[in-house]
Every structure is written in C-alpha cells, then in structure tokens.
C-alpha cells in the first residue's frame, strides 16, 4: 500500500475561445493529450507510469480539438492508489484530496467547485500566488499548456516548506482532468523517481563506521534520508527499533522523516516514546512542539488553543535543554503570541536578540509588535537595524518610513528619503507591481503632508498606473487637487474613493468634496458632505467647523 503524501499541485486555467484543431472530431467533444519533458527530451510514459529525474521537469497538454463553451483543465495529484485504478478503469476521480485554496491536507476538493470551473476569465490560477504554486513559467497557448516544475519545495501547509526531493518514491499521482459536454475527460500518470541504491563507495564508507545492531540501521536510515529515499529510511529506523526497542535515535529520525512525508500522529506517538526514552535531549521535544505548532489554522477552535499550548509546553522544556539557542526563543515567542501573552512574547524575542543579534527576522517581529503596542519610538529603533542588517532590501526603507512618519508626523522629509530610497532599489529589478504601488502612494501622501502637491499628484499618478482599483490613492490625490485650488478635480477624486471604498468609507473623502463644493459655492451638496461625514464620525472638528458656516 503506497503512503499518503502531502502533494497539493494544483494550477487550473479557462479559455474563452478556441479553434477546432482537428477535423474529424464529434461535435461536442474535447480532446488532448498530455507529455512530459526533461532535459530539452520527453519522457514517454508507460502504461501511464513515468519515469523522471527529481530535477526540474515539465509538462505540456496538448489541445486536440475544441467544440463548445469553456474548457477546463485541472491538474491535480492523487494521495491514494485507490484513484489511479479507478482512473486506470475509465471511472471519474471525483474526490482528488488537496484542496490548494485552503491548504487542507484532508479536506476533498469538491467537484462542482474545482473540478467543473465556471467561465470567470481568460486565463485563472487557482492556486492564487504564483510564488507558492507546484509550477512555474506556465505558458498559455490556444493549442497548449507548457509548465515547468521545479523540485525544490512544496508549500504544504501555512508556515511549512516541505523540500520536494523528499517525496517517496513512486507516490505521486498526476490527474488531468477537463469537462467535456457529456462526459468529463482525463489523462492519469504516476510520476515514479528512481528508487536510491547505495553504490559501492557509499557501502564501504557505511561499513567502516563499524556500528552494530540498532545503531547500524539508524545509520542506514540516514544514509537512505541523505540519498531522499525516505521509504527506506522508515524501513530502516523500524529495524533499528525491532532490534532495539529503546533506542532514542531511531524513534527522533523516524519521526522526522513521518513528518516529511504528513504522518504527524506517528511522528507524535514516536516523540512521545523518545521522551520517555532520554527525557533530557531536545530533538524530541522540537519535532513534537513544531508538529503542535502547525495543526488546527482555525484559531476560533478550542484545539487551537491547545494544540499552542501543548506546543509551548515543549518548546519550553527544549529551552531548559538548549538555553542558548535563539530559534527556539523565537519561535516560542510567537506561540506567546498566538496565545495573547504579549510580553512574554516581548521578552523571548528580547532573549533571542540578544544571542542572534544579526537575526533580522526578530528584528521584524518586535518592530511589528512595538507599532501595535504604539511604542513607534521603540519601532523605529528595531527599523534601523534591520536597515543596517539589509541596506538593499526596498521594504526595510519602505517600513522605516513609516515608522518614522509616526514617530514625527510634523516633518516628514526623512520619510520621503526613504520611500525614495525604496523606490531607487526597486528599479531595474523584479519587483511586485502592488508593493511598488505601495510605495508610491505613501510617497505622495508625504509629499502633500509637506505641501509639496505637485510631486504627491505626481507619485499618486504612477500608483495608479501600477496598479488600478485602488481607492486610498483617489483621495490622498483628491486633496493634493483642492490644496492647488483645483476643485473639479478633488471632487472627481474624492467621488471614485467613494465608489471603489464601497461601505469603508472614510470621512475625509466627504470632508475634502465637502470643501470642493462650498467652495465652488455649491453649498447644499457641501453640506450632505459635511452632514455625511458627521455620520461616520460624529467627532470630526474641520467637519463640524464647515457645517456651521454654511449654517
């Protein structure tokens, strides 16, 4: 029986439109076909299995032929045999686990949801971030998919990277699965990597290590870790602990190697075992409290609550072990955090500065911590540093300033050197058109905090061009236009907010139109402003001050 693995690969993409590539197809029927590639070849597969490198590979799906609405294809990977025999049979694989939109690793995807897609536009990841997908450089054609894979890692669940050479071999399951008018089409393959052999070097290097028994596997069981066959490695840590029922190495590297492959319960019952064993060693403790530290994302539940306390309680005992190891001050400080406990969480980030004072990560952790607390002084202090730890990295300026700006929202030239900054090191790199948006924006609301209107309108029209449909951007310009006297322009502005906004309005959209109107002399809408924004804040001075002079 194959072990089930933690696979969730899932790219879906709909045309619009596409034309007929082959004559002599029925009338409403969808065909294609699917290969593989590596190494500039293609892999032909047998009886639907293939046989690949765990290097990069791609996959091609060719169109055949085309009649009718939408097309739709899904790609998907299978964590049970049971699947690929009924796909091997002609039946419909209707219950694929891996649902990637929620990272459940158990949840099904539903079918009418994510196997059957509906025509929403020309071409859609489903799996939204690009960054995390199973595949990269996919290109769409009319007649193709071409998409590359890389094996390096696998967002398997929130907070966790699995390394993709650590899948088992001859457990990974592909389904290609498009709608057709009567009946749903789909190509099925088993991706099997060669399984590790130890050469001759390789054994006479395990020998001359001269163990015996129990520890002979455990070190088998490594080597076979090493070369990522992790069957293997179970197989091998299993014998380990036939010969040598107590034996703590072989339960800890077990357990690992469970985790791996997504058996958390038996890397939990093997942690539990190994603590009994050797109460003072840590790994056991670490591998138990990460496992508790990932399960149950619903932070509504009452198994939240103590799956972070089960995993405080290790992460605790392994800080007693090793109490100069900053990782585990750190991670234990954000379990403080997930549990509300904000200053033990302060003072183990503290802790873990003061042993990795070049970590920036900690850096970024107390920065956020102190700006939601309002202790900005305190935040900007941790901003500098990460400045100085990362002089090239555009969202360390982008973060200083904001700091900054709260920390002195009088003058905020200081601020403006650093979006500027940040925008200088996005230049003539890949950058993210959102981020770069970001910034610009928050540039130009500086440069009308400092007056300077002309270069606001400036910065606020390439965020626009950068990204559309951002509403914020429309009224930090909407004021930049009536400070230059230009009020046509400020109520167009003001008015997009409002309908980008929808139901967040803010009462400054309709104090600024507000001010646009009265001072156009159209009182009785500058008065709905006024009334409008009163509404929203009943505590708005400027507010109150015009309403009462139109009155």
């Not at 299978?78 to 990272?103: E, F, I, P």
């Not at 088992?168 to 393959?189: A, C, H, M, N, W």
């Not at 003072?347 to 920065?367: G, Q, T, V, W």
């Amino acid at each position: 029986m194959l072990r089930r693995i933690v696979v969730l690969v899932l790219i879906g993409f709909i045309f619009s439109s596409m034309h007929c590539l082959a004559e002599n197809l029925e009338e409403g029927y969808q065909s294609f076909n699917v290969t593989f590639e590596q190494d500039g070849k293609e892999v032909k597969p047998k009886d639907h299995i293939v046989t690949l490198q765990k290097k990069e590979f791609a996959y091609v799906v060719h169109f055949l032929g085309y009649w009718g609405d939408a097309v739709a294809v899904r790609l998907n990977s299978s964590m049970n045999d049971n699947y690929y025999t009924m796909a091997s049979k002609g039946g419909q694989v209707t219950d694929l686990l891996g649902d990637a939109r929620t990272y459940s690793v158990f949840e099904p995807a539903q079918v009418s949801r994510d196997l059957y897609l509906e025509r929403r536009k020309e071409l859609q990841y489903l799996f939204i971030d690009g960054s995390k997908s199973r595949f990269h450089e996919v290109v769409a054609g009319d007649d193709k998919i071409v998409g590359k894979r890389y094996i390096s890692d696998i967002f398997s669940k929130p907070g966790q990277i699995w390394p993709m050479p650590d899948l088992p071999v001859d457990e990974l399951y592909l389904v290609f699965i498009k709608s057709g008018d009567t009946r749903p089409q789909q190509e099925y393959y088993k991706i099997q990597f060669p399984k590790a052999t130890i050469n001759e070097v390789e054994l006479n290097q395990f020998n001359k290590a001269g163990k015996k028994g129990a520890e002979k596997q455990v070190l088998l069981g490594n080597l076979y870790e090493w070369k990522k066959d992790l069957g293997s490695a179970i197989d091998a840590y299993s014998h380990a602990l036939i010969l040598n029922e107590k034996c703590y190495d072989a339960y800890v590297q077990r357990a690992t190697v469970y985790v791996k492959i997504g058996k958390t319960e038996q890397a939990i019952a093997d942690c539990d075992k190994a603590v009994v064993i050797n109460p003072q060693d840590q790994r056991a403790y670490v591998i138990r409290g990460s496992i508790y530290n990932t399960m149950e994302m619903d932070i509504s539940s009452a198994s939240y609550r103590e799956n972070k306390i089960k995993a405080l309680y290790d992460f605790s005992r392994a800080i007693e072990l090793n109490p100069n190891n900053a990782e585990l001050y750190g991670i234990r400080a954000k379990i403080y955090l997930f549990l509300r406990n904000q200053s033990k969480s302060m003072n183990d980030y503290d802790k873990a500065i003061s042993l990795a004072p070049n970590n920036r990560m900690f850096y970024e952790e107390r920065a956020m911590q102190c700006a939601i607390a309002g202790d900005w002084d305190k935040s900007l202090e941790y901003r500098n540093k990460i400045v100085e730890l990362a002089p090239q990295d555009s969202i360390a300026y982008f973060n200083r300033a904001i700091a900054s700006e709260h920390v002195s929202n009088t003058n905020t030239n200081q601020a403006i050197m650093d979006y500027s900054k940040a925008i200088e090191l996005c230049q003539g790199q890949q950058y993210n058109n959102s981020l770069l948006s970001n910034i610009y924006t928050e540039r130009g609301r500086a440069f009308h905090v400092n007056g300077q209107n002309d270069e606001a309108i400036a910065d606020l029209n390439k965020a626009i061009s950068l990204q559309t449909g951002l509403a914020g951007v429309y009224l930090f310009r909407g004021a930049a236009y009536f400070d230059k006297g230009d009020y046509d322009q400020a109520i167009e502005d003001c008015t997009k907010y409002i309908e980008l906004s929808s139901l967040m309005h803010s009462p400054q959209a309709y104090l600024v139109r507000g001010k646009a109107y009265k001072a156009k002399g159209m009182s009785r809408e500058a008065l709905s402003d006024f009334n409008i924004a009163l509404g929203i804040k009943p505590d708005l001075k400027e507010a109150i001050v015009e309403k009462n002079s139109l009155q």
